[in-house]
């Protein structure tokens, strides 16, 4: 087992597990937080990019260049969706549902590489849909519109987004994180940039430029270089189990900072999604282990 991105991976989760908190600081909407981000993670990374010499050596294979910016694309629209939730509904409930994740790979696994997927997988996927809908609460089921507004469908389609970009990223191999991240954050730029409202930097604090710029070198520079350097080193299953420090982290934080306090029926959900979320990535090594036995 690589170690070294092993750590990479955890570091790199645990960081991201504070984007919530980040965020709700930042005083500015999704789109322009993801465009700021976009910008400070091509500099960062170009930065270190030129520094290291790593450009001298990249080999620009076509096929990977464009599978790349497939990437590059659901990894913008992962971050606009999550921070839209995060705008209507506590982070401990996004996350947890934006952590629904792993469950989609399962499913694109199946559709698109014909991978077997058993009875117990579909119990998981049931038993985190149940989950996801007791921790939106019943309250906001009553009405379409109450549905719309709790959030739900912004750190849904987060999740699924999130989904594509391990999906898609795990089979990378030719560039490097460099070159992998830098291509995806210039690719924001040009995306956000017709849709930003500048008009919303107006009377920011220091404290709200403060967590725009850790958001963009740590959450977005930093942590997606470890994040991508370390997904093609390790088997799904590593990383799927590792990317539990996230949502671990950032419940901790909504509790202890935010004083989020979740109702019994939200609770409930958060056990649902990560019981469920826990067999589909622990049973596979189970399974693996008893037959190497």
């Known amino acids: 087992m690589n170690v070294s991105a092993m750590i990479k991976l955890s570091v790199s989760m645990a960081i991201f597990g504070s984007i919530g908190l980040f965020t709700v600081n930042t005083g500015i909407p999704a789109v322009e937080l993801v465009f700021v981000r976009c910008i400070c993670a091509t ?89 996801s809908v007791f921790i939106v609460g019943m309250e906001h089921l009553h009405s379409i519109e109450a549905f719309m507004n709790s959030g739900f469908i912004w750190a849904m389609l987060s999740a699924i987004c999130y989904a594509l970009t391990m999906f898609l990223s795990k089979t990378l191999k030719g560039l490097s994180p460099y070159a992998t991240t830098f291509v995806q954050t210039a690719l924001g730029i040009l995306i956000l940039l017709p849709m930003c409202d500048f008009t919303v930097f107006h009377g920011l604090t220091s404290t709200n430029i403060m967590f725009i710029v850790g958001t963009g070198i740590i959450h977005t520079g930093f942590v997606y270089y470890l994040f991508f350097d370390s997904i093609r080193k390790l088997p799904t299953i590593i990383v799927s189990v590792l990317t539990f420090l996230d949502p671990v982290v950032a419940i901790l934080l909504d509790m202890v900072i935010l004083d989020f306090r979740p109702s019994l029926l939200q609770t409930l959900g958060i056990l649902f999604i990560f019981g469920g979320i826990s067999y589909t990535v622990l049973k596979p090594r189970k399974y693996t282990q008893e037959k190497l036995a």
């Open 43 to 131: 500099l960062f990374l170009g930065g270190l990019w030129l520094l290291t010499g790593g450009h001298k050596t990249e080999v620009w294979d076509r096929k990977e260049v464009l599978q790349t910016l497939f990437c590059g694309i659901f990894l913008v629209l992962n971050w606009v969706f999550l921070f839209k939730a995060f705008e209507e509904m506590s982070i401990s409930v996004a996350i947890s549902i934006y952590n629904l994740a792993p469950i989609f790979v399962v499913m694109l696994g199946a559709v698109l590489l014909k991978e077997h997927i058993t009875i117990g997988n579909i119990l998981a996927i049931i038993i985190c849909f149940v989950g």
